[in-house]
């Protein structure tokens, strides 16, 4: 790494890569660090289907690695390396990780936020294998099948009448008796015929044949009944968990975690953007993480030409 760029990126989602490759494409010496793989969440997913531009969907991993190689056929660098600490508001600003300290005149945040699991056992196993976090991604491997989608906020609400227009039956589960979800989701919810509320149920354990998921274990939290429930998916809609750690105290985050950043992907910081999942946004979804990045991209070529 050199010791300055005009512009860090730091996260190597789509979000990132898609700054990089405007930045890079704008004559601004540009540096991605990603500490693990390109493509975050995205390079978890088998298949992507809901991507422009690819009309039998792609592999989420593929899609990442042309995305790096898209953003550095222009000569953005990437650098494999987790960065440990942050001083946003010096000037340049300070970037430390694990492979040393780097410089930027401009720093884009693209962090991403992981889906909160349940906690059940072998739930980590079972992801990919009937427990899914995005009925947006995966939900159409679930056609005309049963599913379940555990939650009760507007995420669960979206989520299980996204499914029930492609599942035979889909099972809203929720810990209360009542959803959190905002009131417009009731009524179309209620209209569904093949979608079925489960109240008051905390799901404990899954159930697998084969290593594919074939049901749920569920603990009545008003009774204490045990039930199962046989499923072919199960949706977990539980909410996000923002990766704002490092930048805790340095940017303004709002009551979740989250960046608080508008249109313009600016933070509270001067010349600190935040693009995809880790920003304040009504839609997580990869073209929208990629959209910020694009828009990040000329608000720091404003930034870098006012100093």
């Known amino acids: 790494m050199k010791d300055i760029y005009d512009v860090v990126i730091i996260g190597g989602g789509p979000g990132g890569y898609a700054a990089a490759l405007y930045c890079v494409r704008a004559g601004l010496d540009t540096l991605v660090l990603e500490k693990l793989s390109a493509g975050g969440q995205m390079a978890t997913t088998t298949q992507v289907d809901n991507y422009p531009g ?6 989420g991993f593929e899609l ?3 995305m790096q190689r898209g953003a550095e056929r222009f000569g953005a660098v990437t650098e494999y390396a987790e960065v440990t600490a942050l001083d946003l508001k010096a000037v340049p600003k300070r970037i430390t990780t694990s492979a040393g300290e780097v410089q930027g005149r401009a720093v884009i945040l693209a962090t991403g936020a992981s889906p909160r699991m349940l906690g059940v056992p072998e739930e980590a196993a079972m992801r ?3 427990v899914s976090y995005c ?3 995966d939900g159409m491997f679930f056609r005309g099948k049963t599913v379940a ?3 009760g906020g507007n995420s669960a609400a979206e989520d299980a009448l996204v499914l029930s227009k492609i599942c035979k039956k889909v099972y809203l589960v929720h810990r209360r008796d009542t959803l959190r979800a905002t009131k417009s989701y009731l009524g179309p919810l209620e209209k569904a015929e093949n979608l079925e509320f ?4 905390q799901i404990d354990g899954l159930q697998a044949t084969d290593g594919q998921l074939t049901g749920i274990s569920m603990t009545d939290r008003v009774t204490g009944e045990r039930s199962t429930l046989p499923v072919d998916g199960l949706f977990v809609a539980v909410g996000r968990v923002p990766d704002t750690d ?3 105290g340095q940017v303004d985050l709002d009551a979740e975690g989250y960046m608080i950043a508008d ?3 600016r933070t509270s910081v001067p010349g600190v953007f935040a693009v995809g999942d880790a920003r304040t946004k009504p839609m997580r979804q990869i073209i929208t993480a990629a959209a910020d990045g694009a828009t990040a991209s000329k608000f720091v070529e404003e930034y870098l030409q006012q100093l």
């Open 54 to 59: 690819f009309d039998e969907g792609i592999d």
């Open 64 to 66: 990442a690695e042309k």
């Open 128 to 130: 990919g294998r009937g």
């Open 135 to 137: 009925a947006a991604c």
């Open 149 to 151: 989608v555990a939650g």
């Open 198 to 201: 489960v109240w008051n149920k």
């Open 246 to 248: 490092l930048v805790r």
């Open 263 to 265: 249109e313009t992907t």
